[in-house]
């Protein structure tokens, strides 16, 4: 998944100076990093590359004429993947290229808490996913805040990118046809939030189903183990709204990232600006 956050990220931001990049650019160049690598077929689904208030549209799609250029005074949203030989990816990133609002902050923040909270989430064998959605939807719900679709859909191998019949989301929608948990599966973990005409923020990453040491020999209870390799914008974190254990998760993640992103580039001949950039982008908070 790094393949394109982690060189659009760094590109943009490196980039910015003097130079007009729209939305359909920054999709364009999404596709570009993701194809260099092996095992690439095709992307997963349109890139939603969006900027300022677009990003508040969930499904957005920019076109050549009519979209935005990204703004260094606007949050950016970035929601893409691909189809490779060997699996499906599906990652959302959002960043700001300049200096975030307080609000913004504190927006992006609780989605931040709720996404790590469901990522640290212990439940049993066959738990339904809408029955641990509010966890990533608590930290909004604290202050009358919430997002308008699910929290976590499967994705297959090689397959669909939203794939039933795991899901989280809001027992509103529950249906009768849905799967419990299972070792093994594979969803993601994306809360959100938007605000209609202005701003739209989401965080994604794909998730493994694994086993915790706790619960019965022949019913071991489950955790979320994440397995997407991208940084979380530190600009837009106000760590005096997280709680100690969200600041550990999040630090050791971006350790988790450093590492194994960090090995791949030195396999890669990376040069020495984007490692830098990969280094400041996950020190801890």
């Not at 394109?4 to 729209?22: K, R, T």
């Not at 194809?35 to 992307?43: A, E, G, I």
């Not at 990232?257 to 020190?283: I, N």
Request: hydrophobic share 35%; with cysteine; net charge negative.
């Amino acid at each position: 998944t790094w393949q394109s956050c982690i060189p659009l990220s760094s590109g943009i931001n490196a980039e910015y100076g003097g130079a007009v990049v729209d939305e359909v650019d920054g999709a364009d160049k999404a596709e570009f990093f993701r194809s260099q690598y092996d095992k690439f077929v095709s992307l997963s689904f349109d890139t939603i590359s969006s900027s300022g208030a677009n990003a508040a549209v969930i499904h957005y799609k920019p076109e050549k004429g009519s979209c935005l250029q990204v703004d260094k005074d606007d949050i950016y949203l970035c929601d893409s993947g691909a189809q490779y030989s060997d699996g499906t990816t599906d990652v959302t990133r959002t960043i700001h290229l300049g200096a975030a609002t307080d609000h913004q902050r504190d927006c992006f923040t609780r989605v931040l808490m709720g996404h790590i909270d469901l990522a640290m989430a212990v439940f049993p064998p066959e738990t339904k996913g809408t029955c641990i959605d509010a966890l990533a939807r608590r930290p909004l719900w604290n202050i009358g805040l919430d997002y308008q679709h699910g929290t976590g859909h499967g994705v297959g191998s090689f397959l669909n990118v939203h794939e039933g019949p795991c899901r989280i989301g809001s027992g509103k929608r529950m249906s009768k046809y849905e799967m419990g948990l299972k070792k093994g599966m594979i969803l993601s973990n994306e809360p959100g939030y938007y605000e209609s005409g202005k701003f739209g923020m989401r965080l994604e990453s794909l998730v493994e189903v694994v086993e915790t040491d706790v619960g019965p020999e022949d019913g071991k209870y489950l955790t979320f183990r994440t397995i997407t390799m991208a940084p979380i914008d530190r600009k837009l974190i106000n760590k005096e709204l997280m709680s100690d254990a969200q600041i550990k998760w999040l630090d050791n993640y971006h350790m988790t990232v450093r590492a194994e992103v960090g090995s791949l580039f030195e396999q890669l001949g990376k040069g020495k600006e984007v490692k830098q950039w990969l280094h400041d982008q996950t020190c801890p908070l």
